[in-house]
Each structure stands twice: as C-alpha cells, then as structure tokens.
C-alpha cells in the first residue's frame, strides 16, 4: 500500500478546439454577433474583407470588428456580458458526459488525464460553460476592457491558426501560464511534464492543422472531427485531413460513450498506458545494466 502511494501516475493530455470540435459553430455566433446587430454571415464577411484588405491577422481582425461595431451601437461589452452569451451556446452530442466518462476510463488504467482547450474563440464565453469546470487551462482571445465603459479596448491574448502550437508546448513543459518564460528554457524530453506521445489534439479542419502536425510529428495523436449534419461537406474535409496524413482518425462530433470518437480514445489512453509500462521496464533494463542514453 505504501508503494502504491508513491506511484507516480502518466499524465495525458487531451487538447480541444472549441468552435466546430465540441460546438457546431463559432461560439459568435449564437447571440454575440447577433447583439451588435449583424449577420453571421455579414460579420465573417467584413472580418474577412479587413483581413485581405489590410494584410492583417484574421483572429485580430474579427477582434477589431467588435470593438469597432460595438463602440458604433454604443453597446457596451464587458467580460461579465460575454459570460452571460455563454449560455446560447449549443455543444455537441454527448459533450456534457464526456469528461466524466473519460475519467472513469482514466481511473480504470490508473492514469490521469487533463484537458486542454486551445480556441480562437473568447476565453470569457468558454469560461461560464458548465464543461469549464473540466478543463486545467482554458487557452483563447481575451480583450482588455475600458473600466469606466466597459468597451473592449485591446486584444489581451490572441489565439491564431500558427501559434496555438506553442500551448502544446506549454503542456509539454509544464509551464501552462501564458507568460511563463521557461517555456523557451531548453528542457530534456524525459524531464517534460506530458511528453508529446502522452497528448491527443482533437480539432476540426485546416486552422488545426499547424497543431495537428506538431501532435503527430512528436508522436502524439490527432483525431479530426466533423458535424454529423454536415453531410458531404464533413466528409469531403475528413477525407483531406486524412489524405494529407494530417489526423490519425477522423469520426463525427459525436461525444456519446457509444460512438466512434470515445471508444477511439479510448483505445488511444490505453495505448498510451502500455506504452508508459514498457517505457519503465526498459529504464530498469538499463539501470541494471548500468546503460545511458548517451550518443555523442
């Protein structure tokens, strides 16, 4: 009983797009945009327009766009505002009893399994989600806001297509605060908090693949997934991540115990659990027979 105390436990990390991975839509959608009195399809128009026409980032863009149309309406946006949007946000199938029902499969091979969520969505608008509570770090845009009225001012954080990779990084380190600076420290890999081969990235089309990529590359997994009401469209983007070997799987957003995606991951965390037991044997190995892994 005394050994088994000092078990030190694998870490897995699952890390999580928002918008069309456990959300059908961009969380915007569902009553942010409509409140500053525009069109889904109006708004990612006009974001897009600003992009092109002003060589800019895109995630800043639409940021932009919402300071900029909400100082226009005179509507003011506070963080406590978008929390409370939070709440037209549909999930889903199945999503709500996800984590519960990973962690019972976590507990059944005596491993711990943290989530990640790395959005370009709004970090205000995740947090106030019942599945907040599930997660170690939520990574996402964030504005600063004017305190005397309220109007979003500046982006805080940023969250694009190309540097989401460095939260997996961050996971991989250990160093999960945004402004943690050891993440540029050198760090052996068996030193590393979650090595890559400990974490799964489940995303949805071409803004994940710059995480996918890094996932697969360091030998993690990647599942794509995609809106079982999305027909031929979903497959067609499924059949391309697979084709350019950009996912490992790739299944319907379906997050209920009975369908492909948890049982996929499923197999995955016990993969990765006879993985972490051979990796020990072979430490022990070396260790009586006096070898390093020195190769200089």
Not at 28 to 37: D, E, K
Not at 136 to 146: D, H, R, T, V
Not at 260 to 277: A, D, R
Request: charged fraction near 30%.
């Amino acid at each position: 009983m005394k050994e088994d105390s000092k078990k030190i436990k694998p870490i897995v990390a699952i890390c999580y797009d928002f918008d069309k991975t456990l959300s059908p839509t961009d969380m915007q959608n569902y009553s942010l945009i409509p409140s500053l009195g525009m069109t889904p399809d109006v708004f990612w128009k006009e974001a897009t327009k600003l992009t092109d026409e002003s060589q800019m980032d895109g995630i800043l863009a639409y940021m932009y766009l919402v300071k900029k149309i909400a100082e226009k309406e005179g509507k003011r946006i506070t963080r406590e505002d978008l929390k409370s949007e939070s709440s037209k946000i549909r999930l889903f199938e199945g999503v709500m009893d996800w984590f519960d029902a990973i962690e019972e499969c976590a507990e059944k091979l005596d491993i711990i399994v943290e989530h990640y969520i790395i959005s370009s969505g709004m970090k205000e608008m995740i947090e106030d989600l019942p599945i907040a509570k599930f997660f170690k770090k939520i990574y996402a845009c964030e504005f600063i806001y004017s305190k005397e009225y309220g109007f979003p001012v500046w982006p805080k954080q940023v969250v694009n297509p190309s540097n989401k990779t460095q939260y997996l990084f961050r996971i991989n380190k250990g160093c999960i605060d945004e402004n943690d600076m050891n993440l540029n420290e050198s760090i052996k890999s068996e030193d590393r908090r979650i090595p890559f081969c400990n974490i799964l990235y489940i995303g949805d089309s071409m803004t994940d693949i710059p995480c996918m990529a890094v996932t697969k590359r360091y030998g993690g997994y990647s599942i794509g997934v995609y809106d079982p009401e999305s027909g031929e469209e979903g497959k067609r983007n499924a059949r391309k991540l697979i084709n350019d070997s950009r996912v490992d799987y790739c299944v319907p957003a379906d997050y209920r115990k009975d369908k492909e995606l948890f049982k996929i991951t499923e197999i995955i965390l016990k993969n990765i659990t006879v993985s972490c037991e051979l990796a020990k044997i072979s430490q022990i190995q070396k260790k009586a027979f006096n070898i390093t892994d020195d190769y200089s």
